[in-house]
């Protein structure tokens, strides 16, 4: 059965840092892999998606990379801002187990101005 | 203007009622989600569904149930069989794997549901 893991589960940094989110999972056969924001009391947000075939995604101040080989995805944020502060999720799509989407716990992120 | 919609955003529930929440997508989407989170803790899956008419159960399914008669809803019942059903509800959808693509999954703003 697929598990996603999350390092850390929570970061404090202050205003302007570079900073790097850890996603690990364990069964490589995934169809492609997402990064979520989500706010208190809201849903989700998706920030980028990353195919099985790529290695990595970029949008704006956000980079995700992807190594299915080793079941790892970094989300890179450069020059964090206090309006970045949420929890961020890692999601696989599989190919297997109805072909769903499994999550991981979230990464707690606190942007300190 | 795309998007999930689920109803209400608050919901209050006494104990032995069953309730229903609901999920709309004019996304054209096959493939509806429901997912359960507790405080502090990651999305769980209740149900999903790939195509109309057609559901499975996914990884804490006792106590809920759930129908698909249209593509554009799945709505999900809260019965009384649930011990404790206090928690955030979202719902989501996504294209199937079979179209290809990108396969995004997107989300509803959720449902809080308390028990009385």
């Known amino acids: 059965k697929q598990e996603v893991t999350q390092i850390p589960a929570a970061l404090s940094v202050p205003e302007g840092e570079n900073l790097v989110l850890n996603c690990s999972f364990t069964d490589s056969a995934i169809y492609n892999l997402q990064w979520f924001r989500q706010d208190p009391g809201k849903g989700l947000t998706s920030l980028l998606l990353?195919?099985?075939?790529?290695r990595e995604q970029t949008s704006g101040r956000l980079n995700a990379s992807l190594d299915k080989s080793s079941g790892r995805s970094t989300l890179y944020i450069a020059a964090s801002q206090p309006g970045d502060s949420a929890t961020y999720l890692c999601?696989?799509?599989?190919?297997?187990?109805?072909?769903?989407?499994?999550f991981g716990p979230g990464t707690r992120l606190s942007v300190l101005p | 203007d795309g998007g999930i919609t689920q109803s209400p955003k608050y919901l209050f529930r006494k104990e032995g009622q069953n309730v229903t929440l609901s999920c709309e997508q004019n996304?054209?989407?096959?493939?509806m989600y429901w997912y359960r989170q507790d405080p502090g803790q990651g999305l769980r899956l209740i149900y999903y569904?790939?195509?109309?008419?057609?559901?499975q159960k996914g990884d804490i399914a006792e106590g809920y149930s759930v129908s698909r008669e249209k593509k554009e809803s799945f709505p999900l019942t809260v019965t009384s069989a649930q011990k404790n059903p206090t928690a955030f509800y979202l719902c989501a959808s996504s294209m199937g794997l079979l179209a290809g693509g990108y396969n995004e999954q997107f989300f509803g703003p959720g449902t809080r549901l308390t028990v009385l």
């Open positions: 999601a696989v799509r599989q190919w297997n187990y109805g072909q769903n989407f499994v």
């Open positions: 569904s790939q195509i109309v008419n057609d559901f």
């Open positions: 990353i195919q099985s075939s790529q």
């Open positions: 996304l054209n989407h096959d493939a």
